[in-house]
């Protein structure tokens, strides 16, 4: 098992998904596998840009992928607005990642998530 501290610091240029009136409401889950570890505060009416600043402990097997799902809460269903994943493996080898990341589904891209993992 490998110990690791993520802070999601926050999310730029993202795509509205509710049009030009509308307003997401943005929050991240943290997956590892198909398991939801960790979520994030909703971030109300958010724009194209949103601050989070909120730090996890997770453990994670060396080979597992972490992934960030970005989604927009609604009333009925919650859309997902974009993902990116990163093996544990590339923590480990470098101890270190922090830096911006893109963001997107099915190709394309929808913004960018600026994170960093370390191992402790």
Do not use: P
């Amino acid at each position: 098992m490998t110990k690791l501290k993520i802070n999601i610091k926050s999310l730029r240029n993202l795509v509205n998904k509710e049009g030009v009136s509308g307003k997401n409401d943005i929050y991240i889950v943290i997956k590892v596998g198909m398991c939801e570890k960790f979520k994030t505060k909703t971030f109300e009416n958010a724009k194209d840009n949103c601050e989070f600043n909120e730090t996890f402990d997770l453990e994670a097997d060396e080979g597992d992928l972490i992934k960030f799902k970005v989604l927009d809460e609604d009333t009925l269903i919650d859309d997902e607005t974009g993902h990116f994943e990163i093996n544990v493996d590339e923590v480990v080898e470098k101890g270190k990642v922090d830096d911006w990341f893109d963001i997107g589904i099915d190709s394309q891209w929808t913004g960018e998530i600026n994170l960093s993992l370390e191992i402790v």
